[in-house]
């Protein structure tokens, strides 16, 4: 299958420009290794590995199943060692990284030292002229219907929007499911996609079988934004919202009950393989974009 190249694609070395959401007790090694080989760019939250030694074995495991590129996501909230975090990503090779619920400032010169580059998520054009003064590479634009963490403007409204403002590459996320919908962001203009609601119903996702067939069973009127377990809006399976009252300890297991998920869990019809499910975005991608043709405009010079 013929590749999808943009800058961002390019940039990476990767045949498509389809990133796995770094997703919190999600996305583990089994995700990742699966999205970079289909050919996209495996990434995972730092907080998913409560130790440092934790997080050394896991990159030790990722290096040993792939030599593709993957990504992390440094929480620099300051609720967790990011320092020595990003030390240990660095020493195993990781040269892309996205950052959220911080200041990106925190790692861009460290970063930058080792050659890497520095994508922080966004949800307004206020928020992404913040980020270009603080030196990242690039954003990402998450859009109404995202899963997990979410903004409020639709994508089609948000990504000119943010291109406009600062001329900065953009990834594109939020409702992207397929092929046709990472068309219509490269339309948009933005350089790729992240994908979580989709991955959430993939084999290799390290959640419980029923939180994966919850979302294949889910339609968009099921998830609901809400701000009370963690002060921001996130976009969650209503069932799974309604089981509780507070937020649990940020280490307890209870957050394993808790599912997340977006407004594309209208396209989360099966739960399959990691890879086919990158694979088969991409072969719809290529469709979609086959059935729009250039088409030359012809006028003439008004004298």
Aim: hydrophobic share 45%.
């Amino acid at each position: 299958m013929a590749r999808i190249e943009t800058a961002f694609s390019r940039l990476l070395g990767i045949t498509y420009p389809i990133v796995g959401a770094p997703m919190f007790l999600v996305s583990y090694e089994d995700l990742v290794v699966a999205v970079s080989e289909a050919g996209g760019l495996g990434a995972f939250p730092l907080p998913n590995y409560r130790t440092l030694a934790a997080l050394e074995a896991a990159l030790g495991r990722i290096r040993s199943r792939t030599a593709r590129p993957i990504a992390v996501d440094v929480h620099v909230s300051g609720r967790f060692p990011y320092r020595e975090q990003l030390a240990i990503c660095l020493d195993h090779g990781v040269r892309f990284f996205f950052t959220s619920l911080g200041d990106p400032a925190l790692i861009v010169d460290t970063v930058h030292d080792s050659g890497g580059l520095v994508y922080t998520e966004v949800i307004s054009r206020r928020q992404a002229l913040r980020a270009k003064t603080k030196g990242v590479d690039g954003l990402v634009a998450i859009g109404a219907g995202a899963g997990g963490h979410t903004g409020d403007i639709p994508l089609p409204v948000l990504v000119p929007d943010i291109l406009d403002a600062t001329g900065l590459p953009l990834l594109a996320a939020g409702g992207i499911s397929r092929g046709s919908q990472l068309a219509a962001a490269l339309a948009l203009g933005a350089d790729g996609v992240l994908v979580g609601t989709r991955l959430v119903a993939s084999v290799e996702a390290g959640v419980a079988t029923a939180y994966k067939e919850a979302v294949v069973a889910a339609r968009p009127e099921d998830i609901v934004s809400s701000t009370r377990l963690t002060g921001n809006s996130v976009n969650w399976l209503r069932a799974s919202l309604e089981r509780v009252d507070s937020a649990p300890e940020l280490a307890s297991k209870r957050w394993r009950e808790i599912w997340s998920a977006g407004l594309s869990v209208a396209q989360a019809d099966s739960i399959l393989p990691a890879g086919e499910i990158v694979r088969a975005m991409a072969q719809d991608c290529l469709a979609t974009l086959a059935r729009f043709p250039a088409v030359p405009v012809q006028g003439r010079d008004e004298a």
